[in-house]
């Protein structure tokens, strides 16, 4: 899901070592797939997903291990080659959503392994959407695989360019109603815990920015069952996923602050960690705060916060009381990667942006991820930071 807006529903920061579980890693080969159309549908497709988690109305066994597989970075996704019935499909990973579908670029159907359940499915999101078939078949990463996972088989799909459909890691809940007979769909994770596939519901998020001018680089790895303990360093972080609120039916956390500098743009807000958004979303008053202390102004022509003259200062986000600083070279589109989203050269441009008034109005994005290991919990409803390896 490109950082797509979820509309159907039916949903004191730890710090510790984690268990130091050592991954075994599959490396995959990837394609290389295209559905960048242009910068401002990036920024206009986050900022739909912000609007659309504000508008919830709902909510034969192998051995236990952990596995990793490799993750495209495409600039404004992360793609994940996922085998489903024998076939790989590009699939968008996506912690914002919870369906796992395909067919929006290439045919998908049952194989000879799969069962037509009967059931249709239909999934709205911020900028996009599709319906289609549900059945179940086997799935497949990184060395692990789910027999009988439920998937929807794309009749028809909208905002989608280049990319098979998603692969939701998002929490169960966010299923609810979108497949009829049924009231909530296990997701990927949730079979191989159950298929005794993993012991621990836990996903491991390594992210990287591009090399240069690459807009295609196998540089990201997705940890099942655990964390991979090479991709980052110093003390892995934990904080509690939201419990109440709209957040509560992602991957919710508090922020406790945002700074730039010595300004304090914000002392709480309420947000998500979402692998299938592009920027970093904050609240519209710490927005406007930021852009005055950097000396900025949102570009028309490309959504994005636009400054004259390069910034200087850190941008900072607390959790509970961890402080998560970004430098200038971090926060600010690599000038290597203007020509991909056509942006003007001796202009400077952030992945920060406007996530709204009111409400949950933070959304955490890749390239905040792109910084930070990231661990999503559902063994024990936490979220976990550290400093990327």
Request: glycine residues 10%; charged residues 10%.
């Given at each position: 899901m490109l950082?797509?807006?979820l509309l159907v529903v039916a949903v004191a920061a730890v710090s510790a070592s984690p268990t130091q579980v050592q991954a075994r890693t599959a490396k995959l080969s990837m394609n290389k797939v295209?559905?960048?159309?242009?910068?401002?549908n990036v920024v206009s497709k986050g900022q739909a997903r912000v609007a659309a988690v504000n508008g919830l109305s709902s909510a034969a066994v192998p051995s236990p291990e952990v596995s990793s597989g490799t993750v495209t970075n495409e600039?404004?996704?992360?793609?994940?080659?996922?085998?489903?019935?024998?076939?790989?499909?590009e699939l968008i990973v996506d912690t914002g959503s919870s369906n796992t579908w395909c067919g929006a670029a290439t045919a998908c159907e049952k194989s000879s392994?799969?069962?037509?359940?009967?059931?249709?499915?239909?999934?709205?999101?911020g900028s996009g959407s599709f319906s289609g078939t549900e059945y179940t078949d086997t799935v497949s990463f990184g060395g692990l695989t789910v027999t009988k996972q439920s998937i929807g088989s794309a009749t028809k799909s909208t905002g989608f360019s280049g990319v098979d459909g998603i692969i939701g890691f998002g929490p169960v809940v966010l299923t609810e109603g979108t497949v009829s007979g049924l009231t909530t769909v296990p997701t990927f994770m949730d079979n191989l815990k159950t298929q005794g596939?993993?012991?621990?519901?836990?996903?491991?998020?390594y992210f990287k920015p591009e090399s240069g001018s690459d807009t295609a680089d196998a540089n990201g790895e997705l940890t099942l069952g655990g964390v991979d303990t090479t991709k980052y360093t110093g003390t892995l972080t934990y904080f509690p996923k939201a419990t109440s609120g709209d957040a509560s039916y992602y991957w919710g956390i508090?922020?406790?602050?945002f700074t730039y500098g010595t300004t304090t743009l914000a002392s709480s807000a309420s947000g998500i960690v979402d692998t299938g958004t592009t920027l970093i979303y904050i609240p519209t008053s710490a927005y406007n705060k930021f852009l005055s202390a950097a000396g900025g102004a949102t570009d028309s022509s490309t959504g994005l916060a636009r400054f004259?003259?390069?910034?200087?200062?850190?941008?900072?986000?607390?959790?509970?009381?961890?402080?998560?600083?970004?430098?200038?070279?971090?926060?600010?589109?690599?000038?290597?990667?203007?020509s991909v989203f056509g942006l003007t050269t001796g202009k400077y441009y952030a992945w920060i942006n406007d996530g709204g008034a009111s409400g949950v109005n933070t959304i955490i994005g890749q390239k905040f991820l792109e910084n930070f290991y990231s661990v999503f919990d559902t063994t024990n409803s936490r979220i976990g930071f550290a400093t990327a390896a």
């Open positions: 950082f797509l807006g295209s559905h960048f159309t242009s910068i401002k600039d404004v996704s992360y793609v994940a080659p996922i085998v489903i019935g024998g076939k790989t499909y392994t799969g069962t037509a359940s009967g059931g249709t499915v239909s999934v709205s999101y596939s993993i012991t621990s519901e836990i996903l491991g998020v508090s922020i406790a602050r004259s003259t390069k910034p200087t200062s850190n941008f900072v986000i607390t959790f509970g009381t961890t402080a998560y600083t970004l430098t200038p070279d971090m926060y600010l589109v690599p000038t290597a990667q203007y």
